[in-house]
């Protein structure tokens, strides 16, 4: 196991870390290639491009093809990471990854980059926030939202370890390290970054950090929220959602459609095993024009939003 | 696998069998895509007893020779041919699409040693084919990538994707074998979405293009057996088929893509096929 990543000080943007740690690892194993879509410098790796000339393969604007080509180097021994912007990538090649990747059980790593709302402005062509609700339900594909810099890193190492196809969903829009003490990552299970038993919060990928900074203000009440860094979001961690739900009340955080998303996994657990109230703060469908930080903010992805939604969590406990 | 010098009586043998075993699956399942097993069974026995180098007793070998079968339907022909070559015993093909046969309707590479990659949905073998050539390429191996599309599946965007990057990247040991029967599931392939000319097509995409018989085993082992062309290339061999090639009733109808026998078919059929 590579040495664990360090914790960084302000705000960053998730795909220098994997960058980082992509070049890092090719250095140690030679098996790994990059397969892009004329997507280098969104997947930020010039530096991999400048290293390993003959290991970045560039199949220009084809996503059904760059799938598919990965699941044939996955073929040829090789342990390829499919780096491309995560609404192509998901979208466009969606059956590649299922009968290519998922269904033939190869060992490709997809790595969505500018998931979620990053792109912003660009527009519902450009902003992934359906892929959650494409991915998840594909039999053998780990699908891993990492919460910030340090969590992309070890994720990144985790998947060029396991033997299987993941999907690694890379946020743009930068983000603090979450301050968990001897963090350590573990695929498909919870992280717990706030303790408590009043409410239970359970967020993925950028809005973790905004879940914790709303525990804090509802602390400040004596509303005690557990926050939970649920990164994987398949296969989930049903142990810590039935734990969650013991709490009477719950409300799920994403960067992403709430149809199919995290709050949907949650709810289906939650629904066949252990029913409780379940507010959900994500996307309602297509989205206005607007910034990344505006979009957040107008749908309650945001420390306000949250604990308002948590509120509401409240007020519906043994109803 | 060890070749006799002389592989052409093997093949014809093989491919005779294949087509007998094949219509017996067909006919018991009640289900199947007969038409398109019986165009691509002698690419496939000429591929598997006379060009290819594999061991079946080591199909993981990461020298061997791959072969993926992009039309996955034509799973009367891939199964047999494996069955044939000995990857698996022949009477796993006794369960052909039973409920939780290894034998599904299209192959899946869990289930069976010899499947490179689940195909199905048409316009994906070529593009893995692609991935594996490029491993090769960038390891400088020896073996060589076959991959065998149906001609209708060409109209799918992804081939020519594939095609385009094979191309550019000059994947000399890739060989696409084009099951040229001008017949899709509905129609005729040129009244449909015409393909022509097809040749034309793959040599501005920068491959080196054959045109041969698909049934003619001597000819397919021509092409196939060894690289032809200026090896700097890609090599597209387009394979003029019959569908349903060797069953009188069932040459060149479009309904036999997936029609299945009743019993006084089958019967003729195994009299025509002997």
New interface residues.
């Given amino acids: 196991m590579a040495q664990a990543a360090p914790v960084q000080t302000g705000l960053h943007d998730c795909r220098e870390a994997w960058a980082r740690t992509i070049e890092d690892l090719a250095a140690a194993d030679p098996r790994i ?1 990059a397969v892009v879509n004329d997507s280098v410098g969104s997947s930020k790796l010039g530096g991999f491009q400048k290293k390993y000339p ?2 970045l ?1 560039n ?2 604007i ?1 996503e ?2 760059m ?12 342990v ?1 990471f499919v780096s491309a912007a995560s609404p192509f990538l998901t979208g466009r090649s969606l ?2 990854v299922k ?2 990747v998922a ?4 060992n490709v790593k997809l790595v969505g980059q500018s998931s979620g709302v990053a792109y912003g402005e660009l527009g519902p062509t450009h902003h992934s926030i359906e892929d959650l609700a494409w991915l998840r339900p594909l039999t053998n594909l780990t699908v891993v939202v990492p919460s910030d810099s340090w969590e992309t890193a070890e994720a990144v190492k985790w998947a060029a370890e396991h033997e299987g196809p993941v999907f690694l969903r890379i946020s743009r829009m930068p983000v603090p390290d979450l301050a968990i003490p001897n963090r350590v990552f573990r695929v498909g299970q919870a992280e717990t970054v706030r303790d408590g038993d009043s409410l239970a919060i359970i967020a993925c990928g950028t809005t973790v950090h905004l879940a914790a900074e709303a525990a804090d203000r509802l602390a400040a009440e004596g509303i005690r929220a557990r926050v939970l860094n649920m990164a994987t979001i398949s296969p989930l961690d049903r142990d810590a959602v039935l734990a969650a739900a013991e709490t009477g009340a719950i409300v799920t955080v994403e960067e992403a459609n709430i149809l199919g998303g995290l709050g949907s996994a949650v709810a289906e657990v939650t629904a066949q095993a252990r029913p409780v109230p379940i507010e959900m703060v994500g996307f309602p469908g297509f989205l206005p024009t607007g910034s990344v930080e505006w979009l957040f903010e107008q749908y309650g992805l945001s420390p306000e939003g949250i604990v308002a939604a948590a509120r509401r969590a409240l007020s519906r406990k043994g109803a | 696998m060890s070749l006799p010098n002389d592989p052409l009586p093997l093949i014809r043998e093989k491919a005779l069998w294949m087509r007998r075993r094949a219509f017996r699956m067909v006919f018991e399942a009640q289900l199947g895509h007969p038409g398109g097993d019986f165009s691509a069974i002698d690419v496939l026995a000429t591929l598997y007893f006379g060009a290819m180098r594999h061991d079946p007793s080591r199909p993981d070998d990461p020298s061997r020779d791959r072969f993926i079968m992009s039309k996955g339907h034509a799973t009367g022909a891939i199964y047999t041919a494996l069955a044939a070559a000995g990857f698996f015993p022949e009477d796993w093909l006794d369960t052909y699409m039973r409920p939780r046969s290894l034998l599904n309707g299209h192959p899946n590479r869990n289930y069976l040693p010899g499947i490179e990659t689940n195909t199905g949905p048409l316009g994906h073998g070529f593009p893995v084919a692609v991935g594996i050539a490029i491993a090769g390429q960038i390891d400088g191996a020896g073996f060589r990538t076959f991959v065998l599309t149906g001609d209708g599946e060409l109209q799918e965007g992804s081939n020519w994707e594939a095609a385009m990057t094979a191309g550019h990247r000059r994947l000399a040991h890739l060989t696409l074998i084009v099951d040229r029967n001008r017949l899709q599931q509905g129609a005729g392939t040129e009244e449909t979405n015409g393909l022509d000319p097809l040749d034309d097509k793959f040599r501005a995409f920068g491959w080196h293009v054959e045109e041969v018989d698909g049934h003619d085993h001597a000819a397919l082992l021509k092409v196939l057996g060894s690289p032809v062309g200026d090896r700097t290339r890609p090599l597209c061999v387009i394979a003029s088929t019959v569908k349903g090639k060797g069953v009188s009733f069932m040459e060149n109808k479009a309904s036999w893509h997936h029609g299945v026998p009743n019993a006084a078919q089958f019967d003729q059929a195994m009299k025509e096929l002997a």
């Fill in positions: 290639v003959q290991r393969i199949v220009g084809a059904q093809t799938v598919g080509v990965g699941a044939g180097l996955a073929n040829g021994g090789k390829p059956e590649q009968a290519d269904y033939s059980n190869v």
